[in-house]
């Protein structure tokens, strides 16, 4: 019997021994509907392709798929879905960060106009560098909650931290954020 004629779970048998050939025909079983699913959801070819690769490693790597939940197509699907949703949310905090952040600007000098296409890329520069002039623990806490789209509870059990502690610090470096991005302004 070749390989490719062989079933998922004897597959991912195979797959758990360190079989590569095993990942090989999975890929090519699945990697279209995985891809497909990202691809509906991102709206981009080069998001959907990575997403496809990130959803492979992780099978390969991660002893997740049980199959008595299911079957490994839903198992592929669901797990695509869920990937696709998170990364679309990670670019929308991000957008909803860099937003706030020229609200902030704005408001805070009269003489600045609002950001133009053509300066996105001069201010993100600035933003780079104004969150590396802020502390560690600062800056961490607010890439974990503006970037990665982490609530502050989140944060507080990877962190092993308290609740309030997060808060205090996402306020803080918001503060000194805001003071380091006028002061680049005005340079």
Same mark, same amino acid.
């Given at each position: 019997?070749?390989?490719?004629?062989?079933?998922?779970?004897?597959?991912?048998?195979?797959?758990?021994?360190?079989?590569?050939?095993?990942?090989?025909?999975?890929?090519?079983?699945?990697?279209?509907?995985?891809?497909?699913?990202?691809?509906?959801?991102?709206?981009?070819?080069?998001?959907?392709?990575?997403?496809?690769?990130?959803?492979?490693?992780?099978?390969?790597?991660?002893?997740?798929?049980?199959?008595?939940?299911?079957?490994?197509?839903?198992?592929?699907?669901?797990?695509?879905?869920?990937?696709?949703?998170?990364?679309?949310?990670?670019?929308?905090?991000?957008?909803?960060?860099?937003?706030?952040?020229?609200?902030?600007?704005?408001?805070?000098?009269?003489?600045?106009?609002?950001?133009?296409?053509?300066?996105?890329?001069?201010?993100?520069?600035?933003?780079?560098?104004?969150?590396?002039? @802020? %502390?560690?623990?600062?800056?961490?806490?607010? *890439?974990?909650?503006? /970037?990665?789209? +982490?609530? !502050?509870?989140? =944060?507080?059990?990877?962190?092993? @931290? %308290?609740?309030?502690?997060?808060?205090?610090? *996402?306020?803080?470096? /918001?503060?000194? +954020?805001? !003071?380091?991005? =006028?002061?680049?302004?005005?340079?």
């Amino acid at each position: 019997m070749k390989l490719k004629d062989v079933p998922d779970s004897e597959l991912i048998s195979l797959l758990r021994a360190d079989n590569s050939q095993a990942m090989d025909v999975l890929y090519d079983r699945y990697a279209g509907l995985v891809y497909s699913v990202a691809k509906r959801i991102l709206q981009n070819n080069s998001d959907a392709e990575g997403l496809t690769q990130d959803v492979f490693i992780s099978l390969w790597q991660k002893d997740s798929y049980q199959a008595g939940r299911g079957s490994l197509k839903s198992f592929l699907g669901l797990l695509t879905r869920h990937r696709a949703i998170d990364k679309l949310r990670k670019r929308k905090t991000a957008q909803n960060f860099l937003e706030r952040w020229q609200l902030y600007i704005y408001e805070s000098s009269s003489d600045l106009m609002p950001l133009e296409s053509t300066q996105d890329r001069e201010q993100q520069e600035k933003l780079q560098k104004a969150l590396s002039l @802020l %502390p560690t623990e600062q800056r961490e806490i607010l *890439v974990m909650n503006f /970037f990665e789209g +982490l609530s !502050r509870v989140q =944060i507080a059990e990877r962190l092993d @931290l %308290p609740v309030g502690t997060v808060k205090s610090r *996402v306020r803080l470096a /918001f503060v000194k +954020l805001k !003071r380091l991005l =006028i002061e680049q302004n005005q340079q």
